[in-house]
């Protein structure tokens, strides 16, 4: 039987409604990388080399000492006035962006480390390719976008490999990915090391793919980069309802007929794309690095999948800006590794203060919702307790009754098994509240104190009656399930709450406490 | 010991004109640190923690830069003293102790971050583990970078390791294989030794806590021995294919056994294949593979039998051999074996339909059409056994059954009415519903289960349609 497909009957979620916007975007960012990647007022053609750094593998370290850059050279490489910095700098950028955008999707998916396996496992395609192309056009074999081709099809192998080996074994996912991912490296170092036995395999060029020379990036490499990173945006944009679907609930987007098959192994190109692109400039580690860092940091951020996927492409582009200026700064700082650690920077960051889901913010919201329990357990405690005087007492001047009797805090305690610091605590922040007013002989509520304090015990024995009447609790259960719930009641659930009640306790704003109210219970 | 190697030698010149002396060791070193790698490797594989692997074989980086750079202070204040024949010999007892020591503190280290970030920062645990590692590997990096002049640190030998230089050409041991093989030796002797408390943990982390046994211990100590085991073996087969060796000879033995003792065990073996197969395959395979070029401008000048691969390359390459035959041939997981499986079962019950088709056409003498559109190729091959079993005919253009057939068929359509029978009395299922489910129960009925439901339905003569049930 096959799928049903998707008619213009099923109601497709609108996820994205500004759809063109994400469109522009791509070409937005082409028109600055058109503009920089032009060869610099000097007019060099090819880059020459300057205090960029060179990559991990580079030799030339006959100046050891560490020296703080001067102002020129830090004006220089802020306005980007070398050409080499920019070009650098550029494609260090698009290439960010292009991996916090679609790395965004392997986070969701759970599929992180596939970049990892990726960028491994293309490695005997470029092998592969180079001696293919060295047969039959001798001398032509370190054709960039042959290379690139060969290690597209070989990452893409990788990728159905590891999906094989999960569907048709007992293999978990993990294991087949690490499977791959080693064993297409050890066939490509094995290549490897033939290549370089050959007269023309002197394989400086292709040394790079594993390490990256990120500080002798061409502006064709960067072009290549901006394009990789256009298709990436451009398709991510196409897609973004389908690959959100595909992130958040798979099953059910293959109950509604979509091609969820197809949409994965539409991302997974994409990943291969953006990996192989980034491989031969930036080399492996900041390739896995930028497809995983920058999507893990904008998690903490936001909960929307559109703000979480600009988000990562921002976080991207900015730690490898960051990453790559200071790596031109100080000579010795390889730029993969910095651009990889000011990514971590922006990392643990986020993970202290990111809104959502940081630790601090968290910590925050959980401290005020303390207090506020805090404080609604005392106003309820002081209700409870000033409610059988209510009757005794006089009407004073003040409008609401409540307010005029006065107690000690010694009652209090006897009914809470707080601690004396506890509630003095308690008592000193309602008063600066203005909930609480201490006079001669102890305290007294304030009128606003004491309207709270009835619109708390209200909550907490509406809830009760409502467990009593429609859950069948018995009386002197339902004490410590309101006493969870109470805190959290909004207005017009209350109100619900209240029609609910209301057929038993009619007319009553409010209603007398369903079970005894004994000092200790 | 040595003379067992020239023995080993002798038996592969055969194979190999030109294998000599460093061939074995080669072998044999290979072979030690894969067997090492295997033990840690298959509980990975087990507690779904291989990638954990892939990460550990990175950060292990940082931990023997700082091992290296301390080992060197203590050297030049003179805290340690150094080998007084070779004072700047990189690797001496100390730098080794060193390095394990840091390799052991940074796998921990690992481990403790990645569940940290996971689980206070809400990341998911491979996004997690892939933000720790690449951060740690570039950390380690950087470090080498900066300390470039008094670290002598080649990342390339780090990363690719050269088993080619492992031995010097003197009858000594070469030193290598004694790493290796000391790692081996604390590998077996751990798992040996807290092998109960590895394998509760590994299945059952819930159980191992309620008995007592700490698990989150055992995971933190597993990934310290992993780190060190690592380290052990970068020197020989390189960083970056350690995992080749920690995760693939593992997840093979994984795919031919259930027990975790034979799976250690094959591990072992098939890691210890692995290197003798690479270093054969590093040494055969590139002048069998270029032959056809020989003549080409691209190999002009470049002896055919000189090329030869990275062994370390050629043993990842070997074990993902082995793992891919594995995966087909294992004897009860293996691809081909559940493909011959479910055909012989498809057989099975394509002839078993069809003989119940006959005996319902013979019981009712009305012509019930066998099948509409094409038949499959079981159903077709069902036809043709039954014929040669001589249970069916084939005459004047029909099937018929023969008398063994009836009493074949007999039994099937008495697996399918009783099912009927039990349905209809033990579920509230309508009458015209009882059919499907027990079309597909009667091919799993046998006869002792078909007495027990003959017994438990007090031996019915009739299913809920009226139509007899048939005696065995």
């Not at chain 1, 192309?133 to 081709?149: D, N, Q, T």
């Not at chain 1, 990788?158 to 087949?176: H, N, P, Q």
């Not at chain 2, 290197?275 to 003549?295: D, K």
Request: proline content about 5%.
């Amino acid at each position: 039987m096959s799928p049903v497909r998707p008619t213009a009957t099923v109601v497709r979620p609108v996820i994205f409604r500004h759809r063109w916007l994400a469109l522009a975007l791509p070409f937005a960012l082409a028109m600055p990388s058109v503009l920089l990647a032009a060869p610099g007022p000097s007019g060099h053609d090819h880059p020459v080399p300057s205090q960029v750094t060179t990559g991990t593998s580079g030799t030339s370290l006959s100046d050891n000492r560490f020296r703080w850059p001067g102002w020129n050279k830090i004006s220089d490489t802020l306005l980007m006035r070398q050409y080499n910095t920019r070009i650098v700098l550029l494609g260090s950028i698009l290439l960010g962006i292009g991996a916090g955008t679609v790395g965004t999707f392997m986070l969701l998916r759970k599929r992180s480390l596939v970049g990892d396996v990726v960028s491994h496992a293309s490695l005997p395609g470029i092998a592969m390719a180079f001696l293919a192309i060295e047969l039959a056009y001798p001398g032509k074999g370190r054709s960039l976008p042959v290379l690139l081709f060969g290690a597209l099809l070989a990452g893409l192998l990788g990728v159905l490999c590891t999906i094989g080996i999960r569907r048709f074994s007992r293999i978990k996912e993990d294991t087949a990915l690490a499977i791959v991912l080693s064993v297409f490296f050890g066939i490509g170092i094995a290549l490897f090391t033939i290549i370089q036995k050959l007269p023309t395999g002197q394989v400086a060029g292709l040394q790079q793919f594993i390490y990256g020379q990120t500080a002798s990036m061409t502006s064709a490499d960067v072009g290549l980069i901006g394009l990789a990173s256009i298709l990436v945006i451009a398709v991510s944009a196409a897609l973004f309802k389908e690959f959100g679907l595909l992130c958040f609930d798979e099953e059910f987007g293959r109950s509604h007929g979509w091609p969820t098959t197809w949409l994965d192994l539409v991302l997974m190109a994409l990943v291969v794309c953006i990996a192989i692109t980034g491989l031969q400039s930036v080399g492996m580690l900041l390739v896995v690095a930028m497809l995983i860092i920058p999507p893990a940091a904008a998690r903490f951020w936001t909960d929307r999948l559109g703000s979480m996927t600009v988000i990562a492409a921002v976080l991207g582009g900015l730690s490898a800006w960051l990453g790559g200026v200071v790596s031109s700064l100080f000579a010795r700082f390889s730029a993969g590794a910095v651009i990889v650690l000011a990514g971590t920077l922006f990392f643990l960051v986020s993970l202290a203060f990111g809104t959502r889901r940081g630790l601090l913010p968290r910590g925050l919201r959980q401290w005020s919702n303390n207090r506020r329990i805090g404080r609604h357990d005392l106003l309820r405690t002081l209700y409870e307790m000033l409610e059988p005087r209510l009757e005794s007492s006089e009407p004073d001047s003040s409008d609401d009754p409540l307010a005029d009797i006065h107690f000690a805090s010694d009652e209090v305690l006897s009914r809470r098994s707080w601690t004396r610091s506890r509630l003095s605590r308690l008592l000193d922040r309602a008063t600066r509240d203005g909930l609480l007013q201490a006079v001669e002989s102890g305290w007294r509520l304030t009128a606003s104190g004491a309207a709270e304090a009835r619109l708390v015990a209200r909550n907490h024995r509406l809830w009760e009656t409502y467990l009593i009447l429609h859950a069948d609790i018995a009386p002197n259960h339902v004490d410590r399930d309101a006493d969870l719930i109470e805190h959290v009641l909004e207005p017009d659930l209350v109100s619900q709450l209240l029609e609910t009640v209301s057929a038993r306790y009619p007319q009553m704003q409010m209603p007398p406490s369903p079970h005894p109210l004994e000092p200790g219970t | 010991m040595l003379a067992a190697t020239d023995i080993f030698t002798a038996s592969f010149t055969w194979l190999i004109d030109d294998w000599g002396k460093l061939d074995t060791w080669i072998v044999i070193t290979g072979a030690l640190a894969a067997m090492a790698c295997a033990i840690p490797g298959s509980f990975l594989v087990l507690r779904r923690q291989s990638m954990m692997g892939d990460a550990l074989t990175h950060t292990v980086l940082p931990g023997i830069v700082a091992a290296f750079l301390l080992s060197h202070y203590l050297k030049t204040t003179g805290w340690i003293s150094t080998d007084p024949a070779d004072p700047h010999k990189a690797f001496d007892a100390t730098s080794y102790t060193f390095m394990f020591g840091g390799a052991l503190l940074t796998g921990v280290l690992t481990a403790i971050l990645t569940e940290w970030v996971s689980r206070r920062g809400g990341v998911e645990n491979s996004a997690a583990l892939g933000v720790v590692y690449t951060s740690m590997f570039a950390v380690g990096l950087l470090t080498i970078r900066l300390a470039a002049d008094s670290v002598h640190i080649d990342p390339d030998c780090v990363l690719y390791g050269n088993l080619e230089s492992v031995w010097g050409g003197s009858d000594q041991v070469p030193r290598a294989a004694w790493v290796s093989g000391g790692c081996l030796v604390f590998n077996i002797a751990m798992a040996g030794c807290f092998f109960k408390e590895l394998r509760i943990s590994t299945f059952d982390p819930a159980l191992a806590t309620t008995l007592g046994i700490n698990a989150t211990l055992i995971d933190y100590a597993l990934m310290g021995v992993t780190a060190a085991t690592a380290v052990a073996a970068f020197e020989s087969v390189g960083n970056i294919l350690v995992i080749a060796m920690l995760i693939v000879p593992a997840a093979t033995a994984h795919l031919l056994t259930d027990r975790l003792w034979v799976m250690l065990l094959l591990a072992a073996i098939i890691a210890a294949s692995t290197a003798a197969i690479g270093h054969v395959m590093a040494l055969s395979l590139p002048p069998v593979l270029m032959a056809p070029f020989a003549e080409q401008p691209l190999l002009s000048g470049v002896p055919i039998d000189s090329l030869d691969a990275s062994t370390s390359g050629m043993m990842a390459a070997a074990a993902g051999g082995l793992f891919v035959a594995a995966l087909f041939l294992a004897p009860r997981h293996g691809v081909l074996v559940r493909i011959g499986h479910r055909f012989r079962l498809s057989i099975r019950i394509s002839a078993e339909d069809l003989l119940g088709t006959l005996y319902r056409q013979d019981e009712t003498s009305r012509d019930i059409p066998l099948q509409t559109g094409r038949r499959t190729f079981a159903q077709r091959y069902a036809t043709w056994r039954l014929r040669r079993q001589r249970l069916i005919l084939h005459s004047s253009g029909q099937l018929e059954l023969t008398a063994a057939g009836r009493h074949a068929a007999r039994k099937l359509i008495r697996a399918h009415r009783l099912w009927e029978s039990y349905m209809a009395r033990h579920f509230d299922v309508p009458a015209d519903h009882l059919h499907e489910t027990a079309h597909k129960v009667e091919h799993y009925l046998d006869p002792e289960l078909r007495d027990q439901l003959a017994h438990e339905l007090d031996t019915p003569d009739t299913d809920p349609h009226g139509r007899e049930i048939p005696d065995d």
